[in-house]
């Protein structure tokens, strides 16, 4: 089907007295109807900053899109002055943020909040919006609605929050939703309800759903294709099926053995070592390489493009990954061999 979203080569910056950060550097993926893509990877790889970009909510400064497309039904979002922006958000795209107690006015009830959708953008009056705004919730499963309506976000629960951000941002049916760390500080039950409540509107109503998360049993149970992000790069991408059974990036591989899995007898979690790269002074080559475990002297030298694999899996790395074999028994894609520098 044609991408509802298709983002081109973004780059991103931001100016600090450090230096420049390259936030996120040559990032480009798409999204179909009805399609959940999770993006994960470590804090500061650039998810969000991904996504604020596209949403045209990215602060100028310090921050600066440089270069790329976000094709949004054929119009490149990274173009569009901000008045026709204002147009598109909330209607034909929406975005749950992490916060919800931050997201939410305090001020106004979640009945005014949820009513303010369907005023602005489709011309209803007060009492046409505020009954969406009933059938929203009862939608997202906050019982009594006609009651709960007239409540402040002070006076739910952190679950109930969440679930106002889901119905807000789905009063306008929108064509695509990003949701950004929904289910962070909510309880295990409460997660998968809010994600399971997410993928169900999503396929009930054809809506793309852009997921940025770190749980990645969540993206295991709800998603239909992964991108791993990593110092502003995607290094690996394919369906979540093909990512859990065969990664490609030792990055990636890292992710999945540092979780632990009731399906293996009880043993060590390995971790990841050392520390993610200064963005403001990224190594030569890969980003990755200090702390990968299969690195061969082409990685300290060239970055490794993001390219595939085998068909619908891409993967930004020199060396093919073997999860059966050690690290120094793994080589080179394409090449023999080679000795570790």
Not at 153 to 178: D, T
Not at 182 to 196: F, G, K, M, N, Y
Not at 213 to 225: F, I
């Amino acid at each position: 089907m044609e991408p509802v979203l298709q983002v081109e080569n973004l780059h991103v910056e931001f100016h600090t007295p450090q230096g420049i950060v390259r936030a996120v550097n040559d990032v480009s993926f798409h999204v179909a109807p009805g399609e959940v893509l999770a993006i994960v990877g470590e804090s500061g790889s650039g998810k969000s900053v991904t996504q604020l970009a596209i949403m045209g909510l990215l602060a100028t400064p310090p921050g600066r899109i440089t270069r790329g497309r976000a094709l949004f039904q054929q119009q490149d979002l990274l173009q569009m002055p901000e008045r026709r922006l204002q147009d598109i958000r909330g209607r034909h795209m929406a975005m749950v943020f992490q916060d919800p107690m931050t997201a939410l006015n305090p001020f106004l009830t979640i009945g005014d909040q949820l009513a303010e959708v369907p005023r602005r953008h489709f011309g209803a009056t007060h009492r046409e919006s505020y009954s969406l705004a009933v059938s929203m919730l009862e939608s997202v499963g906050i019982h009594p609605a006609a009651d709960r309506i007239h409540n402040y976000p002070h006076q739910l629960s952190g679950g109930m929050r969440q679930r106002v951000m889901v119905g807000m941002a789905l009063m306008g049916r929108p064509e695509l939703l990003i949701a950004d760390e929904p289910t962070t500080a909510l309880d295990a039950s409460v997660q998968s309800q809010v994600l399971e409540l997410i993928q169900r509107l999503a396929t009930s109503h054809g809506t793309a759903v852009i997921l940025i998360t770190h749980n990645l049993g969540l993206v295991a149970q709800h998603c239909h294709r992964v991108a791993v992000m990593y110092a502003g790069r995607i290094v690996e991408m394919s369906s979540v099926h093909k990512l859990f059974t065969s990664p490609q990036h030792p990055y990636t591989l890292g992710l999945l053995n540092s979780i632990p899995r009731i399906d293996q007898a009880s043993s060590r979690l390995q971790a990841i070592e050392g520390q993610p790269p200064d963005l403001t002074k990224l190594p030569c080559g890969c980003a990755f390489g200090p702390r990968c475990g299969y690195q061969v002297t082409r990685c300290g030298e060239v970055v490794p493009t993001l390219s595939p694999r085998w068909e619908g899996h891409h993967v930004a790395c020199w060396v093919e990954v073997d999860r059966t074999r050690s690290p120094d028994e793994s080589t080179p894609s394409g090449s023999p061999k080679e000795g570790r520098p």
